[in-house]
């Protein structure tokens, strides 16, 4: 079946430096991808919206300069995380919709575990 | 405001009891629906999803859930627990006009023995 993958699942980074976060459609392209926040105990925030070749768009609140975001590729989207603080620490979790499928199949990355120190 | 909610932030079963994890939807077109499952510290697993059609919707793991229009809910059922169905479940729908999954705020499953 249909696989993201996210990369790195955990990362360590120092407070003030800027860390990336990768993910792949590794069986299907996906002209969107999403990233989502996840804190303990809770469930997925909507950050942002990954157009491959725009910009993307991103959630109230959500800071643009902070979370930048890459799509590239039709099968690879980045977010990186800039001066990263200790409240960045997070789970980042992104899917991606397959291309030019009408049930509007999602698949989900296994997620990336951030913690900043 | 479109969203969606899921009744009950804690469920516990027996190994062999009904599941039953509630999910309602709040808009005035019906949303696509799906389930999703996440064990711990890892992604989002697809169960099942409702776009158009038969309203009462087979998923992996012996999953199903029904569409009802009347109620705007899209309740998850299992007849028999087992040990490893506990994890969190999300349900989630994409409102019109919209392309991302907005997320219930979870349930989590547990199952005794």
């Known amino acids: 079946g249909a696989v993201v993958s996210q990369h790195p699942s955990r990362v360590i980074c120092k407070s ?5 976060i990768e993910c792949r459609s590794l069986d299907f392209q996906a002209t969107t991808m999403f990233w989502y926040r996840q804190f303990p105990k809770q469930s997925l925030m909507l950050m942002a919206t990954s157009n491959e070749g725009s910009k993307a768009t991103y959630e109230q609140g959500v800071e643009k300069d902070k979370f ?5 590729s039709l099968t690879l989207s980045t977010l990186t995380v800039t001066s990263a603080h200790p409240e960045d620490s997070s789970f980042y979790i992104c899917s991606a919709r397959v291309q030019g499928d009408p049930g509007n199949t999602i698949y989900f990355g296994e997620g990336s575990w951030l913690t900043v120190v | 405001a479109q969203s969606v909610t899921q009744l009950g932030s804690h469920v516990s079963v027996s190994e062999g009891a009904l599941v039953l994890l509630r999910c309602n939807y ?8 799906f389930w999703y499952v996440q064990y711990p510290n890892q992604g989002l697993q697809l169960l099942l999803k409702y776009t158009t059609g038969a ?3 087979k998923g992996i793991n012996g999953f199903e859930a029904e569409f009802k229009k009347s109620e705007t809910s899209f309740h ?3 007849p028999s627990a087992h040990m490893s169905d506990a994890a969190e479940y999300f ?4 409102h019109t006009g919209r392309r991302a999954l907005t ?3 979870g349930t989590r499953l547990q199952v005794q023995p």
Do not use: W
């Open chain 2, 103 to 105: 997320f219930g705020s």
């Open chain 2, 91 to 94: 349900c989630a729908a994409i």
């Open chain 1, 16 to 20: 003030g430096t800027s860390v990336k």
């Open chain 2, 76 to 78: 998850l059922t299992k």
């Open chain 1, 68 to 72: 930048l975001i890459n799509h590239a």
């Open chain 2, 55 to 57: 309203t009462l919707v």
């Open chain 2, 26 to 33: 709040s808009s005035s077109v019906p949303p696509y629906l």
